[in-house]
């Protein structure tokens, strides 16, 4: 691919992101009350006032990371907002009595009270990531402790005991390992030991490794049903390892066609193949009925430049291949539309019809994923293929999300591609996924063209 | 309308009634453990073998009714699985050590284990239900006590202390209604009471009356916003009591375009008008935000048909015209998609973008319940207007949700009106809503008939 064509790709991430941040600085500043609106229609009406936590505290971090890292965000402004955002945080996400001093609220009132309140962990985890971005910028020892003593009780609540959590002990319930939990840990260990070194780093290492080895149990060696082989692309089998295949997808991955064999056949087929799944036994088999079978390309994507930023920076050569040649090509062969484009949000990796009633819909962040990790792979191995899925997506994601009207992207289309919720901002869609996106892609072809240009 | 295309309409309900029996007696009981599958794919093949309590309850009851009430059902077979789903239930559903010996598990493993439970009634409910018309068909007097003692538990839960349900308190807690919660208290005392008298009636009768009433409170005086107005059919503004212009709905209902005022303007347009909406404070007031804002159709024709059948059993006038012409007239001219025909699952009285990804969604159950209601209401007021609509809801119904290749219903469809999930039970679809309303339109249509062959 040409330079020009390189040079354009970041000349739209850039342009796109002064949009982006425009628009959350316009309309999602609460003044009076501190914090951030979330709820924000397609022209940036407020149309709800709750503050969900999760997204006030990746705003917050979003905020930092730009005020620290790139230069023309670099404005008091920025930083006041951040500030804003990470004192309503402090004053207010945090529950009292609620058994444990670390647990917080999932959603608040627009004044600060807790409305509702999760048995996971993942507003606390935002607002690690929140605290330790803050305190990079503003040198605020005590945050930076802060952070540091929520992620030693998350690190308890996932791996000794998650018993603070709330969730009632069941008979029927065995230990579930959900991709979301190591991969949202291992951010937080890139979080806090990012250019830090001690003892503190050496615990968050060990916690770091634990996390992979955790998301790589979610690659599975998977047993293909032919019943189910009818539905194309939803299967993988292949008989050789992925990585060695990788550029001639087609002629071996397409699904295999067998006919119409009886359904009510219980003798599977064994066959080599692979599969990203969603959630997995605490020992990394397979779980039973739909939880067992269900894929998340999105959420495969975003591991996969998690686990090839972490190969990357730790030298380890097998985990990089891993993340590429698994948990980035799996989720585009098995989760890319080939009639409608765009990713598809839930898939069964046997083919039956996922329970969520919004499986087929194309949502932006899945999508964000994808561009940040075929960019990053491509910056690493530069293997033209990765660059061409890196445009695939690119050109699906910039003409069906992005608003060139009122700005910022809409979150929610069809199978078919049409917008059918047009908020720009809401329950679970912040200042998150679409400039972190566009942040780390135009990094990364800052990169790449900078040492073209030497 | 002739009484050849009522007579095609019983005759239609009859046959579909006999299909859907036979897929579920086909394809959902578990022989070996007992209890029903509830997760069936579109040809009856098994996905998933949990049991949610909900369902299990649900096809208990509605076994026993057809047994009860209908003489083709009348068999022995359907006894004997109404009797195992029964024996299913009392022996796994209660969850021992949750703190009541009342509270239900939402989910089981086949076997019976406890998987998940909900911090609301209803599984409880359906345990009701179930246990209440198996006592009337098999005269087991424990088991009729033991729906009592739920019940009793459940009101005591709703009216006086919710804190047993598991939910903790929070500081921006404020009490609120949701429409389900008193229509299913409603639903039980028309079940518990039924061709009943005492005192055990008396005080459902109580209960009954307090429900009602808190129905109602969801039926209020809305201030519609002139900057919303745009969105067509979406918010209702009348300058008349809706009842009085029925017939002429298109006349007077339309929206009313106003242009384009200011988005930020605060001073709200007066407006007598009217809405039902899915949540309220416990006082009948609006709540802020999406929450109080959000109407659900399906659920307000539901009420509807049970609101007017407590006002025919009460000989209560107000009530009945209450219930047809505001719980079964708003939903119909907000809740109908113009476009695509279908009801909507949800809509924002503001004409704001729902923020539940699935609000644009076509789902049976909706369907199932307006064609009950505008069925009973025609059957009651003689009104043509009525079975038009009836005509348009079926017609709508039987071409897109009825399978005619494997039977059954499908449950899920795009606004467009395409399949998009094509399981035929799942989590939230089992033995309930496509037979109760082919079982109740079958009881009206039999008895519109048989006053009109007399």
């Known amino acids: 691919m040409s330079v020009e064509k390189l ?59 730009l005020y620290r890292t790139m230069e023309r965000f670099n404005k008091p402004e920025i930083l006041e907002a951040a500030k804003s955002g990470g004192a309503f945080l402090r004053r207010f996400a945090r529950i009292p009595n609620s058994g444990s001093p670390w647990k917080c609220a999932f959603c608040l009132t627009r004044d600060g009270k807790a409305l509702k309140v999760q048995r996971t962990i993942f507003s606390e985890c935002f607002y690690v990531m929140a605290m330790d971005e803050l305190a990079r910028v503003t040198g605020d020892k005590d945050m930076q402790a802060e952070a540091a003593q929520m992620m030693d009780q998350l690190v308890h609540w996932v791996r000794v005991d ?33 250019a830090r070194s001690g003892e503190e780093v050496d615990k968050y290492r060990e916690v770091g490794g634990w996390c992979v080895k955790q998301i790589l149990q979610h690659l599975q060696v998977k047993n293909c049903r032919p019943t189910n082989m009818k539905q194309p692309g939803v299967c993988v089998c292949v008989s050789e390892p992925v990585w060695s295949v990788r550029w001639k997808p087609f002629a071996l991955f397409g699904a295999i066609s067998i006919g119409s064999i009886e359904l009510s056949m219980t003798v599977f087929v064994q066959r080599g193949g692979t599969a990203i799944l969603e959630s997995v036994s605490s020992e990394g088999k397979e779980l039973p009925g739909c939880e067992g079978r269900l894929q998340n390309p999105g959420h495969a994507l975003e591991a996969g430049w998690f686990l090839l930023q972490y190969g990357l920076e730790n030298g380890d050569q097998e985990l990089q291949r891993t993340a590429v040649d698994k948990f980035m090509e799996i989720p585009f062969l098995t989760g890319w539309d080939k009639e409608h484009g765009g990713l598809l949000y839930f898939l069964d990796v046997d083919g039956y019809c996922p329970t969520q009633l919004e499986w087929s819909m194309k949502l932006w962040w899945p999508h964000c994923e994808a561009l940040i990790a075929y960019l990053m792979a491509y910056s690493h191995t530069k293997e033209p293929a990765l660059l061409d899925r890196f445009s695939q997506v690119y050109d699906y994601t910039f003409s069906h999300f992005s608003d060139a009207e009122n700005g910022e992207w809409f979150g929610y289309l069809t199978q078919q591609g049409k917008v059918t919720l047009d908020f720009k901002g809401g329950p679970f869609k912040g200042f998150f996924h679409v400039p972190r996106c566009l942040y780390m892609c135009e990094k990364i072809l800052d990169s790449i063209l900078n040492k073209q240009e030497t």
Do not use: N
Request: aromatic share 14%; hydrophobic share 35%; with cysteine.
């Open 7 to 65: 040079q354009r790709y970041r000349e739209q991430m850039r342009t796109e992101l002064d949009k982006v941040v425009d628009f959350w600085q316009k309309y999602s500043h609460d003044t009076q009350y501190g914090g951030f609106f979330t709820c924000i229609g397609k022209d940036g009406k407020i149309y709800d006032e709750l503050k969900y936590v999760w997204l006030q505290g990746r705003q917050v971090w979003m905020y930092c990371r």
């Open 162 to 194: 998650p018993s603070g959590l709330g969730k009632p002990q069941l008979s029927g319930d065995t230990p579930v390992c959900s991709m979301a939990v190591p991969m949202m840990l291992l951010c937080l260990v890139q979080q806090l030991t990012e």
